[in-house]
């Protein structure tokens, strides 16, 4: 973070980086931070994935994962839990994993109740659902795991916010699951009933890999306008809008001055920030736009790019 004297204005940071891999020209001195805030109703949507064979893939997400599928058409599916589409899927036969490059570290599931998740951890033992971990983060309680193509995937409850909210940074940490307390709010785990995701379930936050997390700052918080809710220089940072512990990590385990996924990699396509209302919207692709970069219309919304050449398209939950 950076700091400037007491009762200053804001700190310079000289800031020139080339990005040829990804046609990124980011050439400015910035201000820390520049920007005002992005809009505290802020909320992550769905994530788009390149997979390798999407029946395959359909497969695991309808039976380990607890998600509906809502829409299949020419290669292409999207699945949600309740009304809410999280996540869609793109088929691209042969396509590998490409985990030591920049894109998704994992996307996350955020259950409505620690007993949606206790639910669903208890269908995973049942069914011998490979885990890659279980953590408890003190902001949340979380089980970790993957995707046949390699594509990271978190289920989570947060704590109540009065526990954490404002001392993310102070709180944040990571230490063992306690399973057994998670599962005794369950009558049973043996014969809990799991139905798939609990209605409710949101795209809690994406966590990503990228080639620098000090250049991550800038832009999440210096462009877009996420608050910097913990940082752990040189490798991590965690963004966060409203006062939420996190929207969008980033770090650099292994993914340290890495470049993009190339062609036929099966990795993240996109994923989805979703704001307020249009002008909100646009006043923060208007941001992008001013940092030196051309914002670009698709389909959903407005796309734009980190610096790790990660695609975000900025979309709104309603149109004024």
Do not use: C
């Not at 210096?222 to 040189?234: H, I, N, T």
């Amino acid at each position: 973070m950076s700091e400037g004297p007491a009762g200053a204005g804001t700190t310079k940071i000289p800031y020139e980086r080339e990005y040829p891999k990804t046609g990124l020209s980011w050439i400015r001195e910035m201000s820390a931070p520049t920007t005002e805030s992005i809009s505290a109703m802020t909320a992550m949507g769905p994530v788009h994935l390149t997979v390798a064979d999407l029946d395959r893939s359909l497969a695991y997400y309808r039976d380990a994962i607890g998600l509906d599928v809502r829409e299949r058409e020419a290669g292409r599916a999207s699945l949600g839990a309740g009304n809410e589409e999280l996540l869609a899927l793109v088929e691209e036969p042969d396509a590998r994993p490409a985990p030591r490059h920049t894109g998704l570290f994992h996307f996350a599931l955020l259950v409505p109740e620690r007993a949606d998740l206790a639910r669903w951890l208890a269908h995973a033992a049942r069914e011998r659902v490979p885990l890659a971990g279980m953590s408890d983060h003190y902001v949340s309680e979380a089980v970790y795991l993957g995707d046949p193509d390699g594509h990271g995937i978190e289920i989570y409850a947060d704590r109540p916010r009065e526990v954490w909210e404002g001392r993310v940074m102070e709180r944040m940490t990571t230490e063992p699951l306690d399973v057994n307390g998670l599962l005794a709010e369950l009558d049973d785990p043996a014969i809990a009933p799991f139905d798939g995701l609990a209605a409710g379930t949101v795209m809690g936050h994406v966590h990503l890999q990228v080639a620098s997390a000090e250049d991550a700052v800038v832009f999440y918080r210096d462009v877009l306008g996420f608050e910097v809710m913990a940082e752990f220089v040189p490798s991590a940072a965690f963004f966060g809008a409203g006062g939420y512990h996190h929207h969008v990590g980033a770090n650099t385990w292994r993914s340290r001055g890495a470049t993009p996924p190339p062609p036929g990699s099966a990795a993240l396509r996109h994923a989805t920030i979703v704001l307020p209302s249009t002008s909100e919207r646009d006043r923060v692709a208007a941001r992008v736009a001013d940092a030196g970069q051309e914002p670009e219309s698709v389909e959903g919304g407005v796309l734009v790019r980190d610096p790790s050449g990660t695609a975000l398209v900025l979309a709104t939950s309603s149109a004024d």
